[in-house]
Every structure is written in structure tokens, then in C-alpha cells.
């Protein structure tokens, strides 16, 4: 097997030419860079995130990556291939999930959207019948085979969207938003199952995204990206080692006291018996801080929270120079 990265962009920009009003009835051309020499790999079986406020340029680079748009500049290989000089070969070997669009025949049956996916990709109808038959079981699709997709809810549609793309036996699924507007159940479904094709597979998959559980829970790297740079590219660990350095000590006295005096922490929160005590990981150790909250009061139970995912993304926005719309 190669060892040559499965994904890779060289200093990779794009830009656009729009038109803005000029007076009352000129317009001027501006150019508009969406993505801003982008350069980043991605080894084959990796799951990776990739997340960014609106406009950051996401989209874009999914878009590139698939060969819908060509860079302005810089270079992209993907499975060795230039994605936009040989589009044809790289669709079989690609799948694609956009949260909001279908790749499914609205007014048929799912099934006849399956087997129709069959004669697009060119796939052998043995191996079409296994697919099938694993991803049905997988995402529970069975019941729904004789459905159309019309009348399928927003849930039975994304995990029907999720087989449809993968039918073909792609190497690398890109996912634009799966999960956006699902419910917890159908949510949690989508999210095992990217697990395991992940795992039993080794597929490579990119996840765009703005629910922030999916790349806790499915994400073993984060690529951060804010008006078409990357500002942030690491494990989710790292980045909230890096970032996350305030942590939070939830104890249970015994009784009810009055705040706790605890050296180089701070008091966010008291609750009858329990208390909630700041501190950074730079200043102490949470095993400092139990023992002087030990000597001051009779513990029944704690628990150390971890600066949330939701709070560390903000602070790489905010400390970012990328986030500075001035320029």
C-alpha cells in the first residue's frame, strides 16, 4: 500500500469575482479569496474534522477536493489524482454527502435510487447486492427499500444518502453537515455508523460541520479554518491541551458551607452542598486542589470538568489574527 498521503493541497487559493454596486446604476468587479493558500494532508483512514464559522471557506475546499472548482492556484491530489482533470475517475473512487442536497430520485422508491446508483457508478451487481444488503442492516434501511424517498423523514433520508454514497465502495467520503437538522436518535445512528465504516473499512472521510459532538465523538484530528486559512490543526486532545487550559472541580460536601478559600482557583458557582471551583491547569493540579478543599471541609463526591469543545473553538477564533475582518 502507498504511503503517500491520501488527501494533500499545496498552498491551494481560490478566488471569485463578484459584482458590487458602484453608484446607482455602476457596478465594480471585486475579487473575492475564499480559500487563502491552504496546504494540509490527510493519510489514508483518517477522520478527520474540519470546521469553521460561515464563509470560512469549507464548502469551497470540499468542492475542490471533488473537482467542481478548479484552484485559482496551488496543486491538489486526491488518491493521486488531479481532482479536476480526471473528475470521471476520481467520482468512482469518492463518495459525497451534503447535508441539505439528495443524490436520490425524489419520486421513486429508494430502492430504484439504489439500483439505478449502481448503473451511474458502473458497479458490479454482485458486489452491489452485498453493499447493499450490509448497509441496509447497518443503517436500517430494510423497511424503507419499497418507500419513496419522498416520504421518507429527514433522518431515514440522511442514512439512505449515507448507503447511496457508499455503495460504490468509495476510498474517501466527504460530509458536508450530516447530521444537521437530525434528531438525537438519528444523529447518534449516523455517527455509529461513520464509525464503523471508518474502522472496518479504512475509509478515509473529511467532516465539515457545525455541530461540534461530531467531532468530539467521530474526530480523531481537527483541521480549523477561518476566512480561508487554517488557524488550527491538531488532535482534539491537543488542541484542547493547547486552548482548553481552564478546568473545573465540581465538589459535594458534606454539608452546606460558605465559599471555599482555595489558593489560585475561583468560585463560579454555589449550590447547597456543592461547589464549583475554576482554576487553569498552568497555575495547579487538580490533585492540589482536592487536597486543600479536603482540609477546609468533608468530601462525599467530585468530579473535574474539562473546558467544553464549543468554549475552545471560540478561543482559537477570537486569538486568532485570521478573525481580524478589518483587513
Known amino acids: 500500500m502507498s504511503t503517500e498521503p491520501h ?29 487563502d493558500g491552504i496546504s494540509l494532508t490527510m493519510n489514508r483512514g483518517e477522520l478527520c474534522g474540519y470546521i469553521g464559522p460561515n464563509g ?40 459525497v454527502v451534503f447535508g441539505q442536497r439528495t443524490q436520490l430520485w425524489w419520486d421513486l422508491p429508494l430502492r430504484d435510487s439504489f439500483d439505478l446508483l449502481r448503473y451511474v457508478y458502473r458497479v458490479p451487481a454482485t458486489r452491489h447486492r452485498a453493499n447493499l444488503a450490509a448497509f441496509s442492516e447497518l443503517l436500517d434501511l430494510g423497511p424503507l427499500l419499497a418507500t419513496p424517498v ?3 423523514s429527514l433522518g431515514q433520508r440522511m442514512r ?11 476510498e474517501i467520503l466527504y460530509l458536508d453537515e450530516p447530521t444537521i437538522g437530525l434528531d438525537v436518535v438519528s444523529k447518534a445512528a449516523v455517527r455509529e455508523f461513520l464509525l464503523q465504516v471508518n474502522r472496518e473499512r479504512g475509509m478515509t ?14 474526530c480523531s484530528r481537527v483541521i480549523v479554518i477561518d476566512h480561508g486559512h487554517i488557524i488550527s490543526d491538531g488532535t482534539v486532545e491537543d488542541i484542547k491541551t493547547r486552548f482548553g487550559d481552564v478546568r473545573t472541580l465540581v465538589v459535594d460536601l458534606a454539608e452546606p458551607c460558605p465559599p471555599l478559600d482555595v489558593p489560585a482557583t475561583e468560585i463560579v458557582q454555589v449550590e ?3 461547589q464549583w471551583l475554576r482554576f487553569q491547569r498552568d497555575h495547579t493540579t487538580a490533585a492540589a486542589v482536592i487536597a486543600q ?21 471560540r478561543r482559537i477564533y477570537t486569538e486568532s489574527p485570521a478573525t481580524d475582518t478589518s483587513k
Not at 20 to 34: D, K, L, P, S, T
Not at 59 to 74: F, R
Request: glycine share 6%; proline share 3%.
Open 7 to 35: 488527501i494533500r493541497m499545496s498552498a491551494v487559493r481560490k478566488t471569485f469575482t463578484v459584482r458590487q454596486r458602484a453608484g446607482r446604476i455602476r457596478r465594480r468587479r471585486v475579487e473575492v479569496c475564499a480559500v
Open 56 to 95: 470560512a471557506g469549507k464548502s469551497t475546499t470540499i468542492k475542490m477536493l471533488t473537482g467542481i472548482l478548479v484552484p485559482t492556484s496551488g496543486t491538489i491530489r486526491v488518491a493521486g489524482l488531479d481532482p479536476s482533470r480526471s473528475r470521471l475517475r476520481l467520482t468512482r473512487r469518492i463518495g
Open 150 to 152: 419522498r416520504q421518507l
Open 160 to 170: 439512505a444518502e449515507l448507503a447511496a454514497a457508499l455503495l460504490h465502495d468509495p
Open 205 to 218: 472521510i473529511l467532516l465539515t460541520t457545525h455541530d461540534l459532538a461530531d467531532i468530539e465523538r467521530l
Open 272 to 274: 447547597g452542598p456543592r
Open 293 to 313: 478543599v479536603a482540609d477546609q471541609a468533608q468530601i462525599r463526591d467530585l468530579a473535574i470538568e474539562e473546558t467544553h469543545i464549543e468554549d475552545v473553538i
